[in-house]
């Protein structure tokens, strides 16, 4: 991971990458991981050519952070699926999450620092209040089932609707079914068929994995990822978007290195005139 030390001129924004050569493994993305689970996707198989521009122009785009949060039924899966990732671990047991369990995940995408802000909420309707609360300002929303349990599926609507009603419309959707491995391994599985069907009806992405395997868990990360830093890089590149300006109260800001100066001062602002 490159450290970012501040310039040596006092009150500068500049940042500079120290070249410490961090292997970043699978946190390290330089094309769009493909939607496996989802020929259907509503997004797409590439990086927006405006991103790509972005960050070959700007050495030093460095967005600090973009929220992910995690809903869907009690017992689904979130947590085991969040510390699979994250800690390339998997328990049996179960462990209720009390409110929401935060994590953050560094990566490297298209060259530049990025960080994933996880937010694991608890399913239980007793925690609702105190997870609802951490719901704002996500740039993706993950309803997670349980493959083994319809019901689980059938309340996946539901989750997603309490995650928009805090939220843009256009907030990145997935709807992850969990417990791959307890299926039988049928190539056509009839729950996957109707969670697909009703990711079409939810505008989400289908995605099946398994926490217990690790089946499919870093692609379905990686993919989320990399949509992310993409919508988000197109916001902030897009006029007349408030949250663009650093001087806004949002998570994310953009820094730029010294050598970019020369294409800054042509511009008034050089934080909303990129294109
Ligand atoms: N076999 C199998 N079991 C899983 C998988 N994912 C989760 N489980 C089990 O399902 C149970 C519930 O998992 P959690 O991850 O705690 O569920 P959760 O959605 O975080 O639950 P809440 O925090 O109460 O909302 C645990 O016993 C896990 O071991 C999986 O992929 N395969
Ligand atoms: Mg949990």
């Known amino acids: 991971m490159p450290i970012y030390k501040k310039s040596g001129i006092k009150g500068s924004r500049n940042y500079k990458p120290l070249d410490n050569n961090v292997d970043y493994g699978t946190r390290q993305i330089d094309q769009m991981p493909i939607a496996c689970c989802d020929p ?3 997004y797409g198989g590439q990086f927006g ?7 070959e122009r700007v050495t030093s785009l460095c967005l600090s952070a973009c929220k992910a949060i995690f809903v869907g039924d009690v017992s689904a899966g979130k947590s085991s699926l969040v510390n699979r990732f994250c ?5 049996r047991n179960y462990n209720r999450t009390i409110g929401v369990d935060f994590e953050v995940e560094k990566f490297l995408v298209l060259a530049h620092a990025f960080n994933l ?3 694991d909420t608890a399913g239980y309707e007793r925690f609702r209040c105190t997870s609802e609360s951490y719901y704002r300002n996500a740039n993706a929303v993950v309803v997670v089932f349980d493959l083994t349990n ?5 309340n996946a609507e539901r989750w997603l609707d309490e995650a928009l009603q805090l939220n843009r419309p256009e907030i990145l959707r997935f709807l992850v079914g969990t417990k791959r491995d307890l299926l039988v391994s049928t190539p056509h599985n009839q729950i996957e068929n109707e969670a697909k069907q009703m990711a079409r009806e939810m505008k989400a992405e289908f995605w099946s994995v398994s926490a217990e395997s690790g089946e499919n868990v870093t692609k379905f990360f990686r993919r989320l990822t990399a949509l992310s830093f993409d919508t988000t890089v197109q916001r902030l590149l897009g006029s007349n978007n408030p949250i663009s300006h650093p001087s806004g ?3 994310l800001n953009l820094y730029y290195l010294k050598e970019d100066r020369k294409i800054k001062k042509s511009k008034k602002c050089s934080f909303c005139r990129i294109n």
Do not use: G, Y
């Open 150 to 154: 319809a019901e689980s599926l059938r």
């Open 117 to 119: 802000q996880i937010c």
């Open 40 to 42: 259907r996707s509503p």
């Open 87 to 91: 800690h390339d671990v998997f328990d």
């Open 49 to 55: 050519e405006r991103t790509l521009r972005a960050c």
């Open 249 to 251: 109260n949002s998570l």
